[in-house]
């Protein structure tokens, strides 16, 4: 069996970012999906990405996926990777293990050591933000609980992201956690996102104030681009802390690990270098004691399934990420679609990943550029 074409899909979700998927196809007729990431603005480069890769990918045998992935980074990229690459491979590499999976006619879970567990717990994001009052904040809170989310994520902090920012910001920030504990009660868990904006001094004064709310983690206080000043604030509070989603590969993991930067890490599989990257990644930190909750800011449709074939087979596994607001055009162009129950998605039992996209419907919805975001000028900055 040979690769014949590859095929992209920039579909717009009305909300967030252009989604991007990539379709492989073979000469003995079994195609495969795969999900890149993007981001606001950049999506069309990772298109490109995709492009440029395919032309070495088509004539390859889909089978021979680590191979693949190894020479794209050592020939093609010449050891000098960066988001839009990764995330390109990424999508490449879920979409060999669809095809090897419908081949084999068995769940990818199967191919990567089988399942550790029968379900998948969710938490729910892209519901609120920093810019929304506590009282609104703490509404859609519960009605998240009311849909049986037994889990849920936000930024709290207002825009736009500063190291250092002033005491009213800092206060909104700790508002919006109280309103949201004091409306669902002690047994949701509450993530707290800060998105990597921080300096180490603010993050633990934050951190710190928080703490009597009992948030399930505290989420790229500082980038992992600091590891060393990550590694102090985790030292200085009483929060887990999760680091990951700006790393790509095991060797960007590596010195998150020895530094003792994190409780827990959140590798992407639509960035990291895909599923088998994702797998190793997990594996690496089991060494550590350090557990994994995959980040997913993707679709929740093939970025979902390849995180669920990931996560399925993970000792250390401990939770993943579902965005609602993607959750009404999913179900319209998987077949089937995930369905969450309980904080749970249950192992998807079907060959590959366990779903197929709608080309139909994915037409329905072609890429759209985002208005011009508002990125201050020096004349924005206050003192």
């Not at 991007?20 to 606001?40: C, M, N, P, R, S």
């Not at 999760?242 to 599989?269: C, H, M, S, W």
Request: with cysteine; charged share 25%.
């Amino acid at each position: 069996m040979k690769v014949t074409d590859i095929k992209t899909f920039l579909v717009h979700p009305g909300t967030g970012k252009n989604w991007l998927f990539v379709k492989v196809e073979t000469d003995a007729g079994i195609h495969g999906w795969g999900e890149a990431y993007t981001q606001a603005d950049r999506d069309h480069a990772v298109a490109v990405h995709v492009e440029q890769l395919r032309r070495y990918l088509i004539g390859r045998d889909p089978f021979r996926i680590k191979h693949f992935t190894t020479v794209m980074y050592l020939d093609f990229a010449g050891k000098r990777g960066a988001m839009d690459f990764y995330s390109a491979l990424s999508g490449l590499e879920q979409a060999l293990w669809d095809i090897a999976g419908k081949a084999l006619d068995i769940p990818v879970y199967n191919l990567l050591g089988g399942p550790c567990r029968d379900r998948i717990r969710v938490y729910a994001n892209g519901w609120s933000s920093g810019d929304d009052a506590p009282v609104e904040t703490a509404r859609k809170a519960v009605a998240l609980v009311e849909r049986g989310f037994t889990a849920m994520k936000w930024d709290p902090f207002p825009g736009p992201w500063r190291p250092y920012i002033s005491r009213a910001e800092e206060q909104a920030a700790v508002a919006s956690v109280r309103a949201v504990r004091e409306a669902v009660g002690p047994e949701i868990d509450l993530l707290i996102e800060v998105h990597r904006r921080l300096a180490p001094l603010p993050a633990v004064r934050v951190a710190r104030m928080i703490e009597a709310f009992d948030p399930f983690w505290y989420e790229e206080p500082v980038s992992a681009r600091d590891l060393t000043a990550l590694a102090a604030v985790r030292r200085d509070i009483q929060l887990p802390v999760v680091t990951g989603e700006e790393l790509y590969t095991k060797a960007e993991f590596r010195p998150a690990f020895e530094l003792q930067a994190a409780d827990i890490i959140n590798p992407d599989v639509c960035n990291c270098g895909g599923i088998l990257e994702l797998k190793e990644i997990a594996a690496m930190a089991e060494a550590y004691h350090v557990a994994v909750a995959p980040h997913n800011y993707n679709s929740t449709t093939v970025g979902l399934a390849a995180t669920i074939h990931a996560a399925a087979v993970m000792p250390n596994f401990l939770i993943t990420e579902y965005f609602v607001n993607f959750e009404t055009l999913g179900q319209e162009i998987a077949e089937p679609s995930f369905v969450v129950e309980n904080g749970y998605i249950a192992l998807p039992p079907a060959p590959g990943l366990g779903l197929d996209l709608n080309e139909d419907a994915l037409a329905r919805h072609p890429y759209r550029q985002f208005p011009t975001r508002r990125i201050r000028h020096p004349t924005d900055e206050g003192p």
